[in-house]
């Protein structure tokens, strides 16, 4: 009978099977299973997160599958596809033609990384560096503290040991660079003096200063009759006068103004020269007329008059007219102005004006204050004839002679000079002579030749030419396959976007970075970007030897700058730049194998003042020393990514050089 019992048993359960209410809870039940499968499996689904159906049935979604295991079995994920890749915005400056674009973009600062920066340090690690193809650890123990006695030591100014040796006692070349021979050079930190106090702020810095740091009274008692410079407790105070204007340098100028108004300070007349500046008074006062006038003089028996004018928050640096061109482009200055500045410019055939002449932008004014223009003595009156025939023999116009100042104006082209008679004396420079070579390079008894095609001449006037791009772009010698003028917005477009994020984020505009020196300038965007931010500061621009030489587009948008090598010590004192920038700088130096990249840090430390900063951009390769060198000389940094993000092949690191 068993057979039979399980024939029944089979058909009842058919039955149910067959029954319409069975089949209609087993297809709801496969659906709902299925439903549930896919929306496990494919999560991005535009199913809405709940389904209903009835008010007593609904899709559960696949978060609630996740927290419910008890709604599906376990099954093994399977692998999708990777999505599209999304397209973000383009921060390079070439687009995808491998063309230099306008249209890029540079990441933001988070504005509360300034907290981050305050905190942070930079930390101390071991660093590597490759030799014969294998890795070396380079460790750099904290840097000693130099002697007191080089608290204002220049090392290339400064070398006595050389300058003994040359036995030049009275000549002016002992007071040109004579830079200390390899392994002698700077290997420790110059001490500041005692109680230096963090410097005034400018604009009130213009007028005094603290005396302590500064400790010279020597200025005091020479010039303190002639209105420079004066001691008032615990403070220098600067009056504003000059040898040749005791009543102020704002009378004087408005003196020079009046009697050539083509000069036009501020427009036609943006940058100037001040040779043997004193305590810069001139060039302070220039300032308020959007004037920048770089302060020169050497380091002589006045040996503080730059260090005072840094101070101040005036541009400066040291520099002599002796047997080497100036280290400046040929047609930098529109003006160039010597009061009282003790140098013979008619001696050795006029070789020291001809420097001037080849500094001196063509249309641009020699303005000279000094005895001879004004007094009667025999001697002064022939040096004023022999004044008159060097300039009139290098096609100077005598403009205006008033009082005591007397104003020549450099021609415009080579027109005069070519129509001299044959055998003019002095000759006109080869044309195979750059006049823009400049370091180490003797100077030339010859007149530079303007070019041909005008350019240096026709810039155009302040502030419009900051951003145009300026005609002798064109006769730089780089090997540029873009576009000159696209490669000059780019950059100018790089780094507006750049300082922009720096002052949102840093609040630069609200800092005291009054002297800042670029140290890799380029076309000098920096600079121009932080002009026109409203950052209130000036820029040293530094083109170095190694790089191509933009110093005349700098001189053109009407920004200052000079030519250096940075495996030598600057012509500044210590303790005379609130930032120093350098960008790809160390990476650059690291390829020519010429010097140690500590001596450039050591240098950046001996310019910087206590309460600087430091920026640094550049490749990653490079930092990982850069960090631990800072670290030995005690600044206080941190290493932050770029706006191009935590992949990209640079990094920024910014230090702090604190007040002990």
Known sequence: MKPSATITSSTATLDVVKAPNFVKVTAITIFSFSVITLLYLFPSSPFPSSISFSPSFSITSPQQIKNNASLVSPRPKKTRPPPPPTVGERTGIVDENGAMAEDFVIGEFDPSAMDEFRNLTGGREETSTKEDGKLTRVKYERFRVCEESTRDYIPCLDNVEEIKRLNWSGSLVIYERHCPEEGKGLD???????????????????????????????????????????????????????????????????????????????????????????????????????????????KDVHENQIQFALERGVPAMAAVFSTRRLLYPSQAFDLIHCSRCRIDWTS??????????????????????????????ENLQEQWKEMQDLTRRICWELVKKEGYIAIWRKPLNNSCYLSRYSGAQPPLCDSNDDPDSVWYVSLRPCITRLPENGYGANVTTWPVRLHYPPDRLQSIRMDATFSRKELFKAESKYWNEIIESYVRAFHWTHVNFRNVMDMRAGFGGFAAALHDLDVDCWVMNVVPVSEFNTLPVIYDRGLIGVMHDWCETFDTYPRTYDLLHAAGLFSAEQKRHKCKVSSIMLEMDRMLRPGGTVYIRDSISVMSELQEIATATRWVCTLRDTGEGPHASWKILTCDKRMP
């Open 348 to 377: 050795d055939d006029g070789i020291l004006l001809l420097e001037v002449n080849r500094m001196l932008r063509a249309g641009g004014y020699f303005v000279w204050a000094a005895q001879p223009v004004y007094k009667h003595e």
């Open 188 to 298: 420790c930190l110059v001490p500041m003096p005692k109680g230096y106090k963090g410097s005034i702020p400018w604009p009130r810095s213009r007028d005094e200063v603290w005396f302590s740091n500064v400790p010279h009274t020597r200025l005091v008692e020479d010039k303190g009759g002639q209105n420079w410079i004066a001691l008032k407790k615990d403070k220098f105070v600067f009056p504003g006068g000059g040898t040749q204007f005791i009543h102020g340098a704002d009378q004087y100028l408005n003196q020079i103004s009046e009697m050539v108004p083509e000069i036009a300070f501020g427009q036609h007349t943006r940058i100037a020269l001040d040779i043997g500046c004193g305590v810069a008074s001139f060039g302070a006062f220039l300032l308020q007329r959007n004037v920048t006038t770089l302060s020169i003089a050497p």
